[in-house]
């Protein structure tokens, strides 16, 4: 273990290209100074501990926001098979990576199949969500825990971990905070798995152990740390009564007896009070049982946030929002103006809308052809990764005579669509409805109903806003290139102000007869 870079390498880029002068740096810190996915042993005296790195990123790697999912292909899914094999003879075995596993593309059988075996993967990539998330922990299906940490960059947050007697037990921290400590037996209810750890020697263990750690420079071998003063004092309480003073056996290690079978009923809380001699101190409390029977849930937001596919999601609900717009356009094109009965409220009169914006051919066409132009189209094309021209659809890129399949591409797709594509059909929607009621753009302003009037084109303004400021993203990202060659972000944006004085400057002959239908409408 080195002293840590003063700086992440979670840089503007996570693909292979653009962490590429990062990496003779990065390989300073490493243990194994090694690129991709390996399988590392650990040997010691009592047994074999192996180590899984998962190398997801993508290759080419493309810049922001298009690196934000990894991908495995099916060789390298062929790869961490043989390593997960490998790693079968080991008393445990610890995969970590960069991505989530939700974040992860991967052919069948999933990346969660071949990890199955390990007791714990160790990743980043969410971190905590902005902070929105503190804790992101969860359980595989298959047993194994999926563990995010804080990031190092901004936050410095760092992990320990420790096998004691096989049975794991972590603590996130926060570098600078001292002391540290770490219970390892008996060790969290909520991290225990029957499947990967023997927890029956719970109940056969004699003494309660823990790694506190503070400022001297020792090791142990069950948990790495660095340290700077002396330890005075560890309290160590259970269900709030005071059990003893733990005693020092040696390195970190402070070992306190107990009666295990004590504490074979329920639940109960175990509370290690830490002072060192500079005065510091650090209290830390976990749920554990002596039952194999019991269980307590990971919190259900962080579960669905590690567990779900999210790329299968966003794939599904932007097929779903186009098919639902190409229905409605459809329809209304080649569907008879209907009789309404009753007022003309909300739903009769966006019906109405509807039905003349698709009975138009300028505007049917157009907002047609923008919709299947966002699943079809190219979107862009530039500079996806340094040096290398590639070019962006909703279905995947394509760079360097590589195919990358669509990922973040999906959720791109999906906030334009919600944040401009139907806003702008709604807006033509609602335009064609005031010429039909047989204002002008002047005339409408001057209605008198500006609550419900100037709302709206605020709306769409700051929609529009929006939709330039993904312009000058598109550009300060990938290029002037991308900028000059992008039909969904810049032609699109010139062209959607032609397409809003087409309806207030139609000429009225072609909406005579919606204005005929309107009226006998409004006077049933």
């Not at 709302?455 to 290139?481: A, D, K, N």
Request: proline letters at 4%; charged letters at 15%; aromatic letters at 12%.
């Amino acid at each position: 273990m080195a002293n840590l870079p003063g700086y992440s390498e979670e840089d503007k880029g996570h693909g292979k290209n653009q962490v590429a002068r990062y990496q003779r740096k990065s390989w300073k810190y490493s243990a194994v100074r090694r690129d991709g996915s390996f399988h590392y042993v650990h040997s010691t005296p009592f047994g074999n501990y192996s180590f899984i790195s998962l190398d997801a990123t993508l290759n080419p790697g493309p810049k922001r926001p298009f690196n934000f999912f990894g991908i495995l292909d099916q060789k390298q899914m062929e790869d961490l098979l043989l390593l997960a094999k490998e790693s079968s003879r080991s008393n445990h075995s610890i995969w970590f990576g960069h991505f989530t596993t939700s974040t992860i593309l991967s052919p069948s059988p999933g990346i969660r199949f071949i990890m199955s075996s390990a007791t714990a993967y160790l990743c980043g990539h969410l971190h905590t969500l902005g902070g929105l998330m503190p804790v992101l922990h969860t359980r595989h299906f298959q047993g194994t825990l999926e563990l995010e940490v804080g990031d190092w960059m901004v936050n410095r947050r760092y992990r320990i971990f420790a096998f004691d007697h096989d049975l794991f037990s972590f603590a996130d921290l926060i570098f600078g905070e001292w002391p540290v400590v770490l219970i390892t037996n008996p060790k969290s209810l909520l991290y225990s798995s029957a499947k990967h750890e023997p927890l029956e020697r719970l109940l056969h263990s004699t003494h309660i152990s823990g790694c506190a750690i503070s400022h001297s420079h020792q090791q142990c071998t069950r948990v790495l740390v660095f340290s700077l003063s002396s330890i005075t004092s560890v309290a160590v309480k259970i269900d709030g009564v005071h059990l003893g003073q733990a005693s020092h056996l040696s390195g970190p290690i402070f070992i306190l007896k107990w009666n295990p079978r004590n504490y074979s009923n329920k639940t109960h809380n175990i509370e290690v009070i830490v002072q060192d001699s500079a005065g510091r101190s650090k209290s830390v409390h976990h749920i554990f049982s002596a039952r194999e029977d019991i269980h307590l849930r990971f919190d259900p937001l962080a579960s669905f946030i590690l567990l779900t596919d999210h790329c299968t999601v966003a794939r599904v609900l932007f097929v779903m929002i186009v098919l639902i717009q190409l229905i409605i356009l459809i329809t209304f094109r080649y569907r008879a103006y209907p009789e309404h009965k009753g007022p003309p409220g909300f739903v009769n009169l966006t019906s109405f809308s509807l039905h003349v914006l698709s009975k138009i051919s300028i505007f049917y066409y157009s907002v047609l052809l923008l919709t299947l132009y966002t699943v079809l189209g190219p979107w862009f094309v530039g500079e996806i990764t340094k040096g290398k021209l590639g070019c962006c659809f909703s279905f995947g890129i394509f760079v360097d005579g590589r195919f990358l399949q669509g990922s973040v591409t999906f959720i791109v797709g999906i906030l334009q669509l919600v944040f401009f594509n139907i806003p702008l059909m709604v807006y033509l929607c609602w335009s064609l409805l005031q010429r039909c009621f047989g204002h002008s753009f002047r005339s409408h302003l001057h209605q008198g109903k500006y609550l419900k009037i100037i709302p709206v084109h605020l709306l769409m303004l700051l929609l529009y806003i929006w939709q330039i400021y993904s312009c000058y993203f598109l550009h300060m990202t990938y290029g002037t290139l991308a900028l000059l060659f992008s039909p969904l972000r810049t032609w699109l944006t010139l062209v959607t102000p032609v397409l809003i004085r087409c309806v207030w400057t139609l000429n009225p002959a072609e909406l005579g007869t919606f204005v005929v239908q309107l009226k006998s409408h409004l006077s049933s």
